[in-house]
Structure formats: C-alpha cells, structure tokens
C-alpha cells in the first residue's frame, strides 16, 4: 500500500469529473491509498502569474504545505498541475529571496510556511516505478486491444517534473499502454502543447496546435487518444470540432484521460468502456 495526499487539479471536479469518477476504482484497485488535502486551492493554472507570479507560487506553496503536514506527497492525475507544483518547488529550493516571500504570504494568510520536504507526484510515474507494468499487467481484466496514442503535454516534460523518464522522448505512457494490452502509436507531436489554459484570449492559435496533435495521431494509425493532462484532455476532446472547422484536419479522435484508461482494463466501468471500443473503432477506425 502507497499513500498520497490527492490534488485533483483545476478541472477534475467540474468539466472533467469522469477523471475523478475513475481515479477512487483504480487507486483501490492497486493499493493506492488517497487522503484529501483539507482546504485545498486551486494552483492558479499559470494564469494567476501572468499578474502575480507570487501569488501563483503561494497557492501551489499552500497545498505542498498542507500535505506536508500530513507528512505525505501529493499525487495529481494532471500533468499542468503537476508541472506548476515542480515550478514552485524548484523556486522556493534555489532562490531563498523568492521563498521567503512566498512563506511570509503563507504565513500572514494561513499561518503556515512550505519546508519543503513534500514531492509532488503525477500518476503516470506512480504507476509505473512504484506499483509497476507487471503487477498492473497482472491485474488487467479487460484488455485495451486498440491502438493508443499517449500524449504527454509539455508540463511535465521538464528537468525536474518527468521523473525517471526521459525528458526528451517519454516512453511511460508507451508501456503503460502495452501493459494495458494496447498498441501505443508514436507520433511526433506527443509532447507538443494544445495551448491549454490560453483557449479563452487566443483560441485561433490554441485549436490550430488542438488540430496538430490529434490530426498526426490519427494519420500514425491512432483509434484512440489517451491523455495524461485534465486541462489539455479538454481541448483536445471538447473542441475537436472547432479544431477542424478552423484548419481543415481530420481531428475526429476518441480522446480520454489517463485515469479512465487504466481503471477500464482493470474491470471497473465495463459499460463507459464497451462504449468507447464502438467509439474508436467507427471514430477512430
């Protein structure tokens, strides 16, 4: 059994919650055991730093505190989430003016400063070194049996936020999808950001880069997309359309989010996964 303190993120609660209806399963499922972060906040997104990079830094600070009272990491399913909390923590370890600002906000609000000793985790890279592929391989139930391409994001694909992956060409996704009884699809592109959270200043750019990603996915051979971002899985599945109105791409893909995935080959959800086969084979097909 592992235990981590659950941040679900800015969108696993409101536009995305069939992330966060699969994350209870499939962490029960593998040992997991989560423990909510009382009074948890939003990171801010990077949009609050456009204004106060302070600011933003102090409510991710906030949440690593308050984990770190518990005396746990945090696990997050969402690869922006994640990236903005290795942000802050690199900050607050290599720039000791920056830090005690951010603890002096922290302790003037809520009385508490960030040490430091907390981590912050995506599920990905829990799944694969601390459960790991063969004990998950053992538990699939139902199989994938479709062609998977994983898309990454640029958030955690950073010095500091991949883990033990490879900063430049991940492979985690790629094995968890063979583990799962899928066939991972490479494709360029996989990295590549869709613009996430800039859809409401600059949506022309945002569904062009939305439009790139799914559109190389589905030329490589890809029935299916499986994200391991809440905030990009939203622009890559809700504004599919838009995407192909504004480039002309073919962008009709079966999109869902890294947490649906596993906690469908491990048995739970069997009717939202007979669905999505139908889906991916006459969508994605």
Do not use: W
Not at 82 to 107: A, E, P, Q, R, Y
Not at 228 to 233: A, P, V
């Amino acid at each position: 059994m592992v235990k981590f303190a659950y941040y679900p993120g800015n969108v696993a609660r409101a536009a995305s919650y069939e992330v966060e209806d699969c994350i209870q399963p499939l962490c029960s499922s593998l040992g997991i055991e989560l423990v909510e972060i009382p009074k948890a906040t939003s990171d801010g997104g990077n949009v609050i730093s456009q204004a106060s990079p302070i600011l933003q830094h102090a409510l991710v600070a906030r949440n690593m505190a308050l984990a770190e009272n518990m005396g746990l990491d945090i696990m997050t399913t969402c690869a922006s989430s994640h990236g903005i909390h290795c942000d802050t923590i690199n900050l607050m370890k290599t720039d000791k003016v920056k830090n005690s600002k951010i603890n002096s906000v922290l302790s003037q609000v809520s009385q508490i400063e960030f040490i430091g000793e907390s981590k912050s985790r995506h599920l990905l890279h829990i799944l694969v070194e601390d459960i790991g592929l063969e004990k998950i391989s053992s538990l699939v139930k139902n199989p994938i049996r479709l062609k998977i391409a994983g898309y990454y994001g640029p958030n955690m694909q950073k010095k500091g936020a991949c883990s033990k992956d490879n900063v430049f060409n991940p492979t985690y996704l790629e094995q968890l999808i063979i583990a799962l009884g899928g066939v991972p699809v490479e494709y360029d592109l996989k990295c590549q950001s869709v613009g996430a959270p800039a859809l409401l200043t600059n949506q022309s750019s945002v569904l062009k880069m939305t439009a790139a990603v799914l559109s190389e996915a589905k030329e490589n051979g890809a029935q299916l997309m499986v994200s391991s971002c809440t905030l990009s899985h939203a622009n890559l599945d809700t504004y599919q359309i838009k995407a192909r109105r504004k480039t002309g791409k073919d962008t009709t893909l079966p999109v869902i989010h890294l947490a649906e995935l596993v906690a469908f080959a491990l048995g739970h959800h069997k009717d939202r996964f007979a669905l999505l086969k139908t889906r991916a084979l006459i969508i994605g097909g």
